[in-house]
Each structure stands twice: as C-alpha cells, then as structure tokens.
C-alpha cells in the first residue's frame, strides 16, 4: 500500500482536525488539540479513515530490523493510549501514540527483543504514519480562503520543520543531551537559535525532547 494522494503526518492530521473543529465551533483550535486527537483516534478504531506507517520488527534471535511501508491495522487502535504517560509507567502489551513528528504508535515497553507475544500485525512500532489528506477533509472539512487545500496542514509541517532543524543544528556541536550537556541547557540553546520562547506552541520541552529523540534515533540507524 502507499499513498498516491496528497498526504498528511498524525500530529498534523490532529492538527487539522482541530481546524474544522474550531470553525464548526467558533473556539480556538489551540484549545481542541487535545479532542481532535481523540476523534483521530476513533475514527482509526472504527475503520473511517485509514493510515499508512513504517512498520518496525524486530527479530529476536539476532536483532536485525526490517522496516516495511503498509496500511496500520485496526488492532493498533482498538485500545490505544491517547495520552501516553511517561514512558517508565508504560504498561507490558499496551499500544501508545506517540505525537511527535510524523506521530507513530509502539507498544509497551518498547524494547528489542521484544517481550513475547508484544507484537502487533508483525511489528513492535509503526512510525512515519501518513493520512490522505483528501479523506480527512471529507470528513472534518475546512473553509480556507485559498486555492490550496493543504495550507493549514503546510503551515503545521514548517513548524515542525524548524523545530527538527534547530535540533539537528544543536546537536551538530557534538554534545549529547542528557549525558554531555544539561537538559535544560540543550533546551535553551534549541530556542534561542530558533527565537522561540519556552510558551511558543511546539517548542516546550517536552515537545523538543521527543523531537531529538526522534531524531537521534533516526541517526543511530
């Protein structure tokens, strides 16, 4: 399977979501983040809308990782975890999603190998997830003043965009975070080169710490 439409991340599918929802509503769409991502995560479980995403799989007897591009299944979403806790209370076999850049889904805990029988559709994770833009639209239309359908859905990519690449500029000085340079101090020079501010959306440290383990786990590979 692999998209020929148009296609949109899960974070920005949510994103676009709360833009119709806003609209419909006459409220923020700021403040229905966190119900758009619910109703994402519905309509996944029940079939209304399907995503595709890099299934990761693990083979226990010599850790190799195969990577393949395919349709989620539904199971992923039959008891998923919207907000994930931190990761330390993951519980063993449950499904979390993971908001982050292109947004994917792993199960509890994730680890490689993994615990026996926590393996879902042949993978422990499945990152890189893809909606048709098209099909989201249909269902959480949006009233944009242009010709481009995506503007909304361009608008969250670039933030997103220059959030990895203050990251990846940050992490080009060669220290690590966590273990080579403060948290706090990798946080504050990823926003000072970008000019952000702690309060600017997308860029707390919360949402800059899963971004460059994203990101270093994408370099390690």
Excluded: C
């Excluded at 060669?174 to 340079?181: T, V, W």
């Amino acid at each position: 399977m692999a998209y020929r439409a148009k296609t949109v991340s899960l974070s920005d599918a949510a994103e676009l979501i709360a833009e119709s929802l806003g609209q419909e509503s006459g409220r923020n769409p700021r403040e229905l983040t966190r119900e758009a991502r619910y109703e994402l995560a519905r309509a996944l479980r029940d079939g209304a809308i399907e995503a595709e995403g890099e299934h990761i799989a693990v083979f226990p007897n010599d850790l190799l990782r195969r990577i393949e591009i395919r349709k989620v299944s539904r199971v992923w979403w039959a008891g998923i975890v919207v907000e994930p806790p931190k990761v330390h209370l993951w519980k063993p076999g449950r499904t979390y999603i993971m908001w982050s850049g292109d947004g994917g889904v792993v199960i509890g805990p994730f680890s490689a190998p993994p615990p026996t029988g926590h393996m879902i559709d042949g993978a422990i994770a499945v990152r890189r997830i893809r909606l048709e833009e098209e099909a989201l639209l249909a269902i959480w239309p949006i009233t944009i003043p242009s010709s481009e359908p995506a503007l909304v859905a361009n608008r969250r990519r670039s933030a997103v965009d220059d959030r990895s690449n203050a990251i990846s500029k940050v992490l080009e000085r060669g220290k690590r975070p966590g273990s080579e340079i403060p948290w706090g101090v990798f946080y504050k020079q990823v926003r000072d080169l970008a000019g952000k501010e702690e309060s600017t959306r997308g860029w707390s440290d919360e949402s800059i710490k899963l971004d460059t383990a994203r990101i270093l786990r994408d370099l390690s590979e």
